[in-house]
C-alpha cells in the first residue's frame, strides 16, 4: 500500500513538471512569433536547439510516467489476486453455503482462541473433502485432443457444471473471460506449471500465425466443398486450441504453452494494439464476422504488399509498413463495395470519401507515431484496426445492421487457379503457408446483404473490384513514396511540342490547386470554423490559395524544365541535400511516366488531354508532401488565424478586430458591420477587396 502511494505521489510530480515545460515551450513559441527586436540567426538556432531538448524531456517524463501507472496497476492485481485467494482459501462449497457461512462466522469469533481454532481447521478440511466428492459425483469433463474439435463435443462443455472450470481459472489467477478456453484445454494439474511470460515479438509472431492458420484452414475447408462447414460457427479461441495442439504434441507442453498464451496475452494486451485487437476477437468481445472481414483484409494487404507476415525475418508486424497508395487503393474499393454502384457521379463521392478517409488515418498515425512521413508508409497494423473501426461503423449507420454470413452457397471458386494449388490433407506437422491462398478466387467470409436505410448494400464479399481480369490483384504498381517509386516508360519532356505541354501542364495545376489543395486548406481551416466567421476564412483560404498556387506554378515551371537551381530558390532551401535532390529527381520521372500515358491516349498531335486519374493523384501527393511547402502552409494558416482571432494592430490607424468569428470592425471607412451573427461583415466587394489587400500587404 505504501509502495502504490509513493508511486502516485511520484507520477503526480511528473505531471507538475511537464506542466512547467510545456509553458516554457510556449513561451519560447511566443517570443519566436512575436519577437522585440529581430535576434541573429546564432540566437533562434539556440532556442529550436532548447525545445528540442525541452520536447525530449516531456517524452521521457511521459514514458516514465506510464512505467509508473503500469506499475501501480500492477500491484493492484497483486493484491485483488490475493484478495480472491484468501477468498478461495476459506474454501467455501458452491451447494454448502449454508455450512460455510457457519463455519466461517466461528471462525472470525474464535479466532483468538488456540483450541477452538484446531478444531475450525478439522472442520475446514471435512467440508472441502465432501465438496470435491459432490464434484467427482456429478462427473468430470474430458476432451479428446484431436486436431479438429467435435461441435457436439464442443456443445457439451458448455452444458457441463461450470465449478471445475471456474476452479482452474481461479487457481491460475486467470480471469472468467479465459474460461472457456481453458475448459477447452483441459489443463492437468495447473500448479506444477510456472507461469512464464513471452517476449511481445514472440507472442506476436504467434498471434500473426494463428490468424493465418484461422483463414487457411477455413479456405481449404470452403474449397474441399464441406457442405456443412460454415467459418462463423468457430470462434477464435477454438482456433487457437487447435494451432497450438497441432504445434504441441505432448500434453506437458501443450499444457505449459497455453498457461505462457495467456499469461502473456493478459499482459501485453494494454501495452500493444496488435495484441489489444487479438484479445477482443479471443474472448469474443468483437463478433466473428468482425474477424472474418479483418482476416480477409489482411489477406488483401499481404498481396498488395508482395509480404507474408508470418515469414517476415523478424516475424514482428509492428515492423511492416504498407505504402500511401496501396492504402488508398484497399480504402477505394471497401468504400466501392459499400455504395454498390458503377455511376461515374457515385465513383467521384467515393473517391472523395477514401481520400479524406486517408488523410484522416495519417493525421492519426503522425499522432500515434505510426506513419513515416519521409517514405509515406503507415503502420500496416495500424491500417487495419482503422479499417475495422470503420467496417464497424458502417454496420452501426444501417437500419438493419446486420452481416449475414453464408456458407458454401456463395462461395465462388475459379478451377484454374486451384488446380495449380496444393493444399492437401491435414498435415501432422504445422506448415502456414498463407501466400498459398488466392484471397481474391475464395472467400472465408462469405459477407453478404449489408443493410443500411439507403437500400440493400452488397459487399460483394470485397474482391470483386479488387482483382483484375486474370484475377490476379496487380502487384507491379509502384509504391509513390520517396523511398519506393522507380518510375516507369517515359519520355522525353524536350520532344512534346510547348502546346502539348501547356495543356499537360495546366490539367496538373487545376487538380493539385482546385481539388487537393482546396480540401487541405479547408481541413486545417476547419479547426477555426467556431472562433472566425466564414467570411474570414474565405478570405484567409483564399489568400492563402493564391500565394501556394503562384508557388506551385512556378514549381511545376521548374520541374518540366528540368531546373534544379530554381527548384532550390522556389522552396529557399538553405541546404540542399541528397533527400532533396531525390525527391525533385522522382517528381521529374513522374512527370515523364504522366505525360507518356497521356500522349499515348489522346494519340498524336492531339490537345484534348485526359489525363489519368491515378497519374495526376501521384503528381498531386508528390508537390504537396514537399516539405518546404508544407511549412510554408502550416506558417501562413498559423499565421492569419492568429492574427485574426486576436485582432491586428496596424502601423497606421487603421484597425481590424475580428471578435469570436462575429463581428469584423475596419476603420478603413467603418464598412464592416459589428454585431452580426449571420454574416459577420458586409458583403460589398469593395470591402472585401479592401480586406484582401491588407492581408496580402501584411503577409
Known amino acids: 500500500m505504501e509502495q502504490r502511494e509513493e508511486l502516485k505521489a511520484m507520477g503526480a510530480k511528473l505531471v507538475l513538471e511537464e506542466t512547467r515545460l510545456v509553458v516554457q515551450l510556449l513561451l519560447i513559441k511566443i517570443q519566436e512569433m512575436f519577437p522585440r527586436v529581430k535576434q541573429p540567426i546564432q540566437y533562434k538556432r539556440q532556442q529550436d ?55 466461517t ?11 477452538s481454532t484446531v478444531q475450525h481447521v478439522k472442520q475446514g478440511a471435512q467440508i472441502t473433502q465432501q465438496q470435491n466428492n459432490y464434484e467427482e459425483n456429478h462427473g468430470s469433463i474430458e476432451m479428446n485432443h484431436n486436431n479438429e474439435s467435435s461441435p457436439n463435443n464442443f456443445n457439451n462443455i458448455q452444458q457441463q457444471p ?24 483441459n489443463l492437468q494439474n495447473p500448479q506444477q506449471y510456472r507461469q512464464k511470460k513471452m517476449s511481445i515479438s514472440n507472442l506476436l509472431r504467434m498471434i500473426e500465425e494463428i490468424y493465418a492458420f484461422r483463414y487457411q484452414k ?3 475447408k470452403l474449397q474441399s466443398s464441406q457442405s456443412n462447414f460454415n467459418p462463423a460457427d468457430k470462434a477464435l479461441y477454438v482456433t487457437v486450441f487447435d494451432y497450438l495442439n497441432q504445434k504441441f504434441k505432448q500434453k506437458k507442453m501443450l499444457d505449459q504453452a497455453t ?39 489482411r489477406s488483401l494487404a499481404e498481396k498488395e504488399i508482395n509480404q507474408v507476415i508470418t515469414r517476415m525475418n523478424t516475424g514482428d508486424v509492428r515492423l511492416l509498413k504498407i505504402p ?54 503507415m503502420s500496416f497494423s495500424f491500417f487495419l484496426e482503422s479499417l475495422l473501426k470503420e467496417f464497424q461503423e458502417q454496420q452501426q449507420k444501417g437500419n438493419d445492421s446486420e452481416i449475414v454470413v453464408s456458407g458454401q452457397d456463395q462461395f465462388s471458386l475459379n478451377n484454374d487457379m486451384y488446380n495449380q494449388q496444393n493444399f492437401g490433407g491435414d498435415s501432422p506437422q504445422l506448415d502456414i503457408r498463407i501466400d498459398d491462398v488466392s484471397p481474391f478466387s475464395q472467400n472465408i467470409s462469405g459477407i453478404k446483404s449489408y443493410k443500411q436505410s439507403t437500400g440493400n448494400q452488397n459487399f460483394d464479399n470485397f474482391n470483386l473490384k479488387l482483382r483484375s481480369q486474370d484475377n490476379r490483384l496487380d502487384l507491379d504498381d509502384s509504391d509513390l513514396g520517396v523511398g519506393g517509386y522507380q518510375g516507369g516508360k517515359s519520355v522525353n519532356l524536350e520532344t512534346i511540342s510547348n502546346e502539348q505541354k501547356y495543356v499537360i501542364k495546366d490539367k496538373i495545376l487545376k487538380y493539385v490547386i482546385g481539388n487537393k489543395l482546396n480540401q487541405v486548406i479547408s481541413f486545417m481551416l476547419s479547426h477555426y470554423s467556431e472562433e472566425l466567421s466564414k467570411e474570414v476564412l474565405d478570405i484567409i483560404k483564399e489568400e492563402i490559395r493564391n500565394v501556394l498556387s503562384n508557388k506551385i506554378k512556378l514549381l511545376l515551371d521548374a520541374a518540366f524544365s528540368q531546373s534544379e537551381n530554381q527548384w532550390v530558390k522556389l522552396l529557399m532551401i538553405s541546404q ?103 454574416y459577420g461583415m458586409n458583403n460589398d466587394p469593395n470591402d472585401k477587396s479592401m480586406m484582401k489587400n491588407y492581408l496580402r500587404n501584411r503577409y
Open 105 to 115: 462466522s466461528q471462525k472470525s469469533s474464535q479466532s483468538k482462541q488456540s483450541t
Open 49 to 103: 536547439k532548447l525545445s528540442s531538448q525541452k520536447w525530449q524531456h516531456i517524452l521521457s517524463l511521459k514514458c516514465f510516467k506510464g512505467i509508473i501507472d503500469n506499475k501501480i496497476r500492477q500491484l493492484e492485481e497483486q493484491a485483488q489476486s490475493k484478495n480472491k485467494q484468501l477468498n478461495s482459501a476459506r474454501g467455501a462449497p458452491i451447494s454448502r453455503n449454508t455450512d460455510l457461512n457457519a463455519i
Open 162 to 185: 461450470n465449478s471445475k472450470q471456474s476452479s482452474v481459472a481461479s487457481l491460475m489467477n486467470f480471469s472468467d473471460e479465459y474460461q472457456q478456453f481453458l475448459s477447452l484445454v
Open 576 to 678: 540542399y541535400t541528397e533527400e532533396h535532390r531525390r525527391q525533385f529527381q522522382l517528381l521529374i520521372l513522374k512527370i515523364k511516366e504522366s505525360v507518356t500515358n497521356t500522349i499515348h491516349d489522346m494519340g498524336k498531335g492531339g490537345l484534348n488531354v485526359q489525363m489519368r486519374f491515378e497519374d495526376l493523384e501521384d503528381l498531386a501527393k508528390m508537390i504537396l508532401h514537399v516539405n518546404e511547402l508544407k511549412q510554408e502552409l502550416a506558417k501562413l494558416v498559423g499565421s492569419l488565424t492568429l492574427q485574426a482571432r486576436v485582432g491586428i494592430e496596424t502601423e497606421s490607424d487603421d484597425h481590424v478586430s475580428f471578435n469570436n468569428g462575429v463581428n469584423v470592425n475596419m476603420a478603413l471607412g467603418g464598412n464592416y458591420r459589428s454585431g452580426d451573427s449571420e
Open 218 to 220: 477455413d479456405t481449404s
Open 324 to 377: 500511401n497508395q496501396k492504402c488508398v487503393k484497399l480504402i477505394r474499393n471497401f468504400f466501392q463495395n459499400i455504395s454498390n454502384s458503377d455511376n461515374i457521379e457515385d465513383t467521384s463521392q467515393v473517391e472523395e470519401m477514401s481520400q479524406i478517409f486517408l488523410e484522416t488515418l495519417i493525421e492519426e498515425a503522425i499522432v500515434h507515431d505510426k506513419y513515416d512521413e519521409i517514405e509515406q508508409k
Open 259 to 297: 498457461i505462457d498464451f495467456i499469461v502473456s496475452i493478459d499482459y501485453f494486451r494494454n501495452q500493444s494494439t496488435e495484441v489489444q485487437t487479438f484479445y477482443n476477437f479471443f474472448i469474443q468481445n468483437l463478433e466473428i464476422k468482425d474477424l472474418m472481414f479483418y482476416l480477409y483484409m
